[in-house]
Nanobody, 116 residues
Framework: QVQLVESGGGLVQPGGSLSLSCAAS????????MGWYRQPPGKERELVAS??????NYAYSVKGRFTISGDRANNTVFLQMNNLKSEDTAIYYCYGRRIGGTRDWWGQGTQVTVSS
């Protein structure tokens, strides 16, 4: 019903920047919230940032460094990541949440590696 495709991951040195994109398609009128989760190696998946018509939310660990934004006309969500740290290394997943929160759709994930 909703398809999500991430792009923009890669290898970056500590202190560097990366920008992720998530292109959404399908029944977008069902989607209320979009955002990004990440799963570091050996750890649980965690929320990074989310965006809706009303608000944006960030995990404490990325506040002031990451910025989420959306291009509603093109059904695309972006995550600008600055001052990256080694602990930001993870697979980043785009998600879309159905109105009412009854279902999440997920992208395939994109690897972000922060290393010197």
């Amino acid at each position: 019903q909703v398809q999500l495709v991430e792009s923009g991951g890669g290898l970056v040195q500590p202190g560097g920047s990366l920008s992720l994109s998530c292109a959404a398609s399908g029944l977008m009128f069902l989607v209320d919230v979009m955002g990004w989760y990440r799963q570091p190696p050996g750890k649980e998946r965690e929320l990074v940032a989310s965006i809706s018509r009303r608000t944006t939310n960030y995990a404490y660990s990325v506040k002031g460094r990451f910025t989420i934004s959306g291009d509603r006309a093109n059904n695309t969500v972006f995550l600008q990541m600055n001052n990256l740290k080694s602990e930001d290394t993870a697979i980043y997943y785009c998600y879309g949440r159905r109105i009412g929160g009854t279902r999440d759709w997920w992208g395939q994930g994109t690897q972000v590696t922060v290393s010197s």
